[in-house]
């Protein structure tokens, strides 16, 4: 009895194992599911809020329940008023508040806020139905192993009493007979096979114990691979990237270094809205594959699904150098797959360099500020931020929250210098310009990293008001210092281009000191233009009704016709730095240069050249009939 006691307590303590295993890998896969929830609800209800017009509230409200119907909504104004209320919760049984409780699975309600319409949004998604099916998984999950073990723990005892009153009862009988002829001999054979069947029994428990800890065992495993694992692309998913990294980066090899990279996919969204969710998951895994055969090709590579639409990559021991080739690769795939898809993009990638024991949050914090850097380029672009230049994003500490702190400070108190630089015309006959550069700086009167802080004003809806706040201390400062016979050059973000309150502001503003507006030239990316050709054009054509020009930057990086130049007819093209580098020794850049030259020439447009870091590249570039030259070798920028 104490053999079986023993038993039954080791079986016991397997099967309490298991189940706390199972239950684990419920909460975690529940988790996973509310964060995707969410995720997915604020970004349609960001766009539902950011396209809404005028004030009609009741249809954004019908159309906010068509697009994701939140189990509670509350639709408000900044001031406190509430617009609209509802709160359609029908589950939320007691035991399962109790339960996610005390998991730390949270379903309160999420806040979007947008200051142009004065708008506030609450919602917390419809979990009903999800958290119906979590319920019965949870009393499967919960039942099932406790039956199987207090089955074998009711039925055995009971069985081996029996089988032992039958041993005790062939005793008995012997010892009777035994008494009344102790002559006899005593008959053994009986109590042999008696207790030969009690062996049996036990034997027979102890094999079915031993196969249905194993079933328990592989059906517990095959539980947790599945909370561990992503259903559509079938990649690790983000709750074993934090583990992975934990274990082995965060506390590993000393020595161990690699690139790190985010893959997000932008046109998700777009994809959901206009085509349905099953090809949105045809896209998604269209780019899983893609990344994961590009990464292939290195060693020890991990990939992992993070949420919907981000994609982490692994390279151990890869250097930058190396990594530039892996995202060069990785966009070129992109844009064979954007062409056969018929999208404006497809991916953009944010790669940064990592050694062991870097926090993990400030790590996925410099990918994402990698990605916005590349947003700001072409189609499907990529930037890689060296570990050296990581620390300069931080400012202090590392997330949105604390971007958006900084650049409020910055707009708020005006905490921006300018600089110029300028472009040297190549002969008399030569119209050009100085660009005014700018310098953000903290509250300690340091300077923040300029692509990385307008990638995050971009990313969070702050760029309007820092490119607003440039041209207002631009103008101001060329009015006060008697500074109106000189032309001057200043960037726009395409956010501006094509933003129509933006353009309206613009126009006024120009019109207000029409003597300096003749004198400025606007730049804008040529992507930027091309992303909306029609607003590009009505954009453009209020520049010259206030006297301004305009320059296309960074041209040469996408692929133009020359119908963008009849429609929307610039002034000038500056030609993107990777053409002016090395030209002297590049005679495939010096051959596009010249016929770019020539028929831009022939439409009346000038030609500007960017970088330019030596005498023999402006030499060179003057000698195929450039307009003009800026670069470090031109003139360094100094304070305007």
């Known amino acids: 009895m104490k053999m079986l006691r023993t038993l039954l307590v080791a079986q016991l303590v397997c099967v309490l194992l298991l189940l706390a295993i199972v239950l684990t890998a419920l909460v975690m896969t529940e988790q996973q599911h509310v964060n995707e929830s969410y995720d997915r609800q604020k970004i349609a209800l960001t766009q539902l809020l950011k396209n809404f017009v005028g004030e009609d509230y009741k249809t954004l409200v019908q159309q906010i329940r068509a697009s994701s119907n939140p189990q509670m909504l509350q639709l408000s104004k900044l001031d406190g008023t509430v617009l609209h209320e509802h709160n359609n919760a029908t589950s939320g049984s007691a035991l399962l508040d109790n339960i996610f409780a005390v998991a730390g699975i949270e379903q309160k309600a999420a806040v979007i806020k947008n200051d142009e319409h004065q708008l506030q949004l609450q919602f917390i998604p419809d979990f009903d139905r999800s958290n119906a099916v979590f319920l019965q998984a949870f009393w499967l999950a919960l039942l099932a192993p406790l039956l199987l073990c207090l089955l074998p723990a009711v039925l055995t005892p009971l069985l081996l009493k029996a089988q032992l009153r039958k041993v005790s009862h062939s005793i008995s009988h012997a010892i009777e007979r035994f008494m009344r002829d102790p002559s006899a001999?005593?008959?053994?054979?009986?109590?042999?096979?008696?207790?030969?069947?009690?062996?049996?029994?036990?034997?027979?428990?102890?094999?079915?114990?031993?196969?249905?800890?194993?079933?328990?065992?592989?059906?517990?495993?095959?539980?947790?691979?599945?909370?561990?694992?992503?259903?559509?692309?079938?990649?690790?998913?983000?709750?074993?990237?934090?583990?992975?990294?934990?274990?082995?980066?965060?506390?590993?090899?000393?020595?161990?270094?690699?690139?790190?990279?985010?893959?997000?996919?932008t046109e998700l969204q777009n994809i959901n809205q206009s085509r349905g969710f099953q090809e949105g998951d045809k896209y998604i895994l269209s780019v899983s594959e893609l990344v994961q055969k590009v990464a292939a090709s290195y060693r020890d590579n991990k990939v992992y699904r993070l949420n919907s639409s981000d994609f982490a990559i692994l390279l151990p021991r890869v250097t930058v150098k190396d990594a530039e080739n892996f995202a060069m690769q990785l966009q070129s795939r992109l844009n064979e797959y954007q062409k056969l898809s018929e999208l404006d993009s497809v991916a953009y990638t944010g790669l940064v360099s990592y050694e062991t024991g870097k926090a993990l949050g400030e790590l996925l914090a410099v990918a994402d500020t990698s990605i916005s850097l590349a947003q700001t380029k072409q189609s499907n672009s990529w930037h890689i931020q060296k570990d050296s230049a990581a620390g300069e994003i931080g400012i202090g500490g590392y997330g949105n929250q604390n971007w958006r702190n900084v650049i409020d400070d910055v707009l708020d108190n005006s905490r921006i210098s300018l600089l110029l630089q300028t472009v040297q015309p190549s002969n008399r006959s030569s119209k050009t310009y100085s660009e005014i550069l700018v310098r953000f700086k903290t509250i300690e009167n340091q300077i923040l990293p300029t692509a990385s802080f307008l990638a995050m004003a971009e990313k969070l809806d702050k760029i309007i008001a820092v490119d607003r706040l440039i041209i207002e201390t631009a103008l101001t400062t060329i009015k006060n210092r008697n500074m109106q016979d000189q032309y001057f050059g200043l960037n726009l973000s395409p956010r501006c281009v094509h933003d129509d309150q933006f353009v309206i502001w613009l126009e006024r503003r120009l019109l207000k000191d029409a003597s300096i507006a003749s004198k400025l030239v606007f730049e804008v990316s040529e992507y930027g233009l091309q992303q909306n050709l029609k607003t590009s054009k009505r954009f453009i054509d209020m520049l010259h009704r206030c006297g301004c020009r305009l320059t296309v930057e960074k041209f040469g990086v996408g692929i133009t016709s020359f119908k963008f130049f009849r429609d929307l007819k610039p002034d000038f093209v500056k030609m993107d730095g990777s053409y002016t580098r090395h030209i002297d020794e590049d005679k495939n850049n010096q051959y596009f240069m010249r016929l770019m030259i020539d028929l831009a020439h022939r439409i009346g447009v000038g030609v500007l050249a960017e970088s330019v870091e030596s005498q023999e590249e402006k030499h060179m570039l003057e000698s195929l009939f450039i307009d003009g030259t800026q670069g470090y070798y031109i003139g360094k920028p100094a304070p305007l």
């Not at 062996?199 to 065992?217: G, H, K, P, T």
């Not at 691979?225 to 082995?248: C, K, M, W």
């Open 185 to 265: 001999e005593l008959q053994t054979q009986d109590l042999t096979g008696e207790f030969e069947d009690v062996a049996l029994s036990l034997n027979r428990f102890a094999q079915f114990s031993q196969q249905q800890f194993n079933e328990m065992s592989q059906t517990a495993k095959q539980v947790t691979e599945d909370a561990f694992r992503d259903s559509i692309t079938g990649l690790p998913n983000r709750n074993r990237f934090v583990q992975f990294y934990e274990e082995h980066l965060r506390e590993g090899c000393p020595n161990d270094f690699g690139i790190f990279a985010i893959t997000r996919c």
